[in-house]
């Protein structure tokens, strides 16, 4: 395995556990795969179609999301918003997140 391959796939699995706390954070309004893409990527997070949306449909298998299908448009789409218990679990998620932020910028020093 070349060094780029090891450096790709460890950035990876940086991000893997990242992209859930960026979802979660992004969904207080209603947003479809593509418009989440978007935002995502406007904010300068890319996040692959083939890693959002079963990553969208396993948050809300977990309970964390919720969805609704609007077939009013040109074709439908489905909307997801984080649920009454993906808001009780944010806060926590983005206060471990600090911690470890925190904790990796004394250990890099």
Same mark, same amino acid.
């Given at each position: 395995?070349?060094?780029?391959?090891? #450096?790709?796939?460890? !950035?990876?699995?940086?991000?893997?556990?990242?992209?859930?706390?960026? =979802?979660?954070? /992004? *969904? $207080? &309004?209603? /947003? #479809?795969?593509? +418009?989440?893409? @978007?935002?995502? +990527? $406007?904010?300068?997070?890319?996040? $692959?179609?083939?890693? !959002? #949306?079963?990553? !969208?449909?396993?948050?809300?298998?977990?309970?964390? *999301?919720?969805? $609704?299908?609007?077939?009013?448009?040109?074709? %439908?789409?489905? #909307?997801?918003?984080?649920?009454?218990?993906? /808001? @009780?679990?944010? %806060?926590?998620? &983005?206060?471990?997140?600090?911690?470890? =932020? +925190?904790?990796?910028?004394?250990?890099? @020093?």
């Amino acid at each position: 395995m070349s060094n780029n391959e090891m #450096y790709e796939n460890t !950035l990876n699995e940086l991000r893997r556990g990242m992209i859930v706390l960026a =979802v979660l954070s /992004q *969904l $207080d &309004k209603e /947003q #479809y795969g593509y +418009s989440l893409l @978007k935002l995502l +990527s $406007d904010q300068g997070l890319e996040v $692959d179609q083939g890693t !959002l #949306y079963p990553l !969208l449909r396993r948050l809300e298998s977990q309970g964390l *999301l919720s969805s $609704d299908w609007n077939t009013e448009g040109t074709r %439908p789409r489905r #909307y997801y918003v984080i649920s009454p218990e993906g /808001q @009780k679990v944010l %806060p926590r998620l &983005k206060e471990e997140w600090n911690r470890i =932020v +925190s904790m990796m910028e004394r250990m890099m @020093k």
